[in-house]
């Protein structure tokens, strides 16, 4: 059950129980593998009477915002001048921590604790289990080495991060091992209808009328093969959306019978456009990700680039073409 890298775990484990002062720092626009995570870490190491502060990128989106631990939550100016650990969680290069680079960088003992195949091994130690479905996973087997209390509370973060990074346990990261671990985490007591619902099953209208839109500007090209869906600028402010809650579009894209790829384009609040790919069979996303300096896994990856929408659309559309046709038909 327990992956290689014995040692590795341990050290990781060593440098945890003994930092005093710890700053945890999910990914910006962080999801519920990136908060569930950290929060499980942080009441773990909070429990161990550390001090613990969780800075995020942007304000939680509301589905996540009645997560056990947030209490832990900190401003980036409210954090430790010395002495602290930093650990990135999710993350998979210093990209992804955003403004907050500086408070990992000028840390004494930085650590990296990810799943993405694209981890660039930024920190001073590194613990980038790609095997693992979700950080969530990591941190499980994490907090198992450090003799740390599964409680109610930590199941319930950690129960939420595995089970959104593996849509409910359907993506095909999901492994015996991912069952295993959800299964003590459901021995904890955790109401599991109640975190489904919460989670998967409620959606703002407006977030549902976001969706509507992007389903009729929702394009097929490559014979089907290929969705590209494109939220502009302009439908946000229509709708009063915020650009969290264009999550999940990408996935809808993809369910199309005969699509291997489907990628979303947003125009941010800050001008560039994020890029979400979603594959089904074959292509690996994060490959076509990474050559646009993004990353993630093998169905599922993203990148933020710069320049306008069509430009960023048409160079993007046609290098997925590429990986279409280079694979042929399935
Ligand atoms: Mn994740």
């Given at each position: 059950m327990m992956k290689p890298k014995i040692d590795l775990w341990e050290k990781i484990a060593k440098i945890l129980i003994e930092a005093k002062k710890v700053i945890i720092l999910p990914h910006?626009?962080?999801d519920g593998d990136a908060l569930g995570s950290s929060f499980a870490l942080g009441l773990a190491l909070y429990d161990k009477g550390k001090e613990v502060k969780i800075v995020l990128g942007e304000d939680m989106g509301k589905v996540y915002s009645s997560l056990p631990g947030r209490h832990l939550i900190s401003k980036p100016e409210n954090t430790f001048p010395d002495g602290a650990t930093a650990v990135a969680i999710d993350t998979g290069d210093t990209e992804r921590l955003g403004s907050r680079v500086s408070l990992f960088n000028n840390a004494d003992v930085t650590?990296?604790?990810?799943?993405?195949?694209?981890?660039?091994?930024?920190?001073?130690n590194n613990l980038v289990i790609t095997e693992c479905s979700a950080a969530g996973e990591i941190i499980f087997h994490l907090l198992k080495k450090m003799d740390s209390e599964i409680t109610r509370d930590i199941a319930e973060c950690l129960y939420i991060a595995i089970s959104t990074d593996t849509g409910g346990f359907r993506y095909s990261n999901t492994t015996a091992d991912t069952f295993f671990i959800a299964a003590r985490l459901a021995s904890k007591g955790i109401d599991i209808a109640e975190i489904s619902k919460r989670v998967?099953?409620?959606i703002t209208l407006q977030k549902l009328r976001l969706r509507a839109e992007a389903v009729?500007?929702?394009?097929?090209?490559?014979?089907?093969k290929v969705a590209v869906v494109t939220l502009r600028r302009s439908l946000f402010e229509k709708?009063?959306?915020r650009d969290e809650e264009a999550d999940g579009i990408v996935n809808i894209a993809r369910t199309i019978e005969g699509v291997e790829v489907s990628v979303l384009f947003t125009e941010?609040?800050?001008?560039?456009?994020?890029v979400n790919f979603r594959s089904n069979d074959y292509v690996d996303v994060s490959e076509i990700a990474s050559y646009f300096s993004g990353g993630g896994h093998v169905r599922a990856a993203g990148s933020t680039m710069e320049g306008k929408l069509?430009?960023?659309?048409?160079?993007?559309?046609?290098?997925?073409?590429?990986?279409?046709?280079d694979t042929g038909e399935k």
């Open positions: 910006v626009d962080a650590v990296n604790i990810d799943h993405h195949i694209t981890n660039t091994d930024f920190a001073q998967f099953e409620t009729n500007n929702l394009e097929l090209v490559a014979g089907g709708l009063g959306t941010t609040a800050t001008g560039k456009i994020k069509e430009t960023v659309r048409e160079a993007v559309v046609a290098r997925i073409l590429e990986y279409v046709r």
